[in-house]
């Protein structure tokens, strides 16, 4: 299956500033149809996940612009150009190429 | 507006069997791929399983392989998630999500507790 990893699993942040999460996978996430099947959800306690970004760069309907997603190959990135109170909770990158499709184990994003 | 609502969880014993349901609305529930994605207490997501558009082809990951199925009937929007022979490390909240690659719309969960 493939692997992936995201870094940090715990990110204290201060309002108003930037956040960043990394999440590589073990193998390449480029399907034969050309697409890169790469997911970013985020979970606030108590509450289902919701898709932020997918398919790398492509944000959800609803999703802030303070939200963005990039990269290629293995290596992923979301990022927060200016983190807010709402955005505190457990942020998932998931692979959809590869069966099984797989996630990366989260990582939590509090307010400082 | 896309729904989606599980329902059918509750304790079982180890061994036991439980049948989850998930209704679907707001959409043309034929036109989508479905999953099944589990969270256990505490834990991150684990996808189960997902079906293909019309419940000819499903597939589970191996941990739960031969014992849970995934099934759905498009006249009813529904889709269920069939698991004998639980285990402790069964329990978890089970969602199911549309979509299959980019899972788009969740449930809200149903809890299954695997415990004596």
């Known amino acids: 299956d493939v692997v992936m990893t995201q870094s940090p699993l715990s990110l204290p942040v201060t309002l108003g500033q930037p956040a960043s999460i990394s999440c590589r996978s073990s193998?390449?996430?480029?399907?034969?149809?050309?697409?890169?099947?790469l997911n970013w959800f985020h979970q606030r306690p108590g509450q289902s996940p919701r898709r932020l970004i997918y398919?790398?760069?492509n944000r959800d309907s609803g999703v802030p612009d303070r939200f963005s997603g990039s990269g290629s190959g293995t290596d992923f990135t979301l990022k927060i150009s200016r983190v807010e109170a709402e955005d505190v909770g457990v942020y998932y990158c998931?692979?959809?190429?590869?069966?099984?499709?797989?996630f990366g184990q989260g990582t939590k994003v509090e307010i400082k | 507006e896309v729904q989606l609502a599980e329902s059918g969880g509750g304790l079982v014993q180890p061994g036991g069997s439980l049948r989850l349901s998930c209704a679907a609305s707001?959409?043309?529930?034929?036109?989508?791929?479905m999953n099944w994605v589990r969270q256990a207490p505490g834990k991150g997501l684990e996808l189960v399983g997902h079906?293909?558009?019309?419940?000819?082809?499903?597939q589970c990951v191996d941990s739960v392989k031969g014992r849970f199925t995934i099934s759905r009937d498009n006249a009813k929007n529904s889709l269920y998630l069939q698991m004998n022979s639980l285990r402790a490390e069964d329990t978890a909240v089970y969602y199911c999500?549309?979509?299959?690659?980019?899972?788009?719309?969740w449930g809200q969960g149903a809890l299954v507790t695997v415990s004596s």
């Open positions: 707001g959409f043309i529930f034929s036109n989508y791929w």
């Open positions: 079906i293909n558009l019309d419940g000819s082809g499903q």
């Open positions: 398919k790398v760069s």
């Open positions: 999500a549309r979509a299959t690659r980019t899972p788009d719309n």
């Open positions: 193998q390449s996430l480029v399907y034969s149809d050309g697409n890169t099947y």
């Open positions: 998931m692979q959809g190429t590869h069966w099984p499709w797989t």
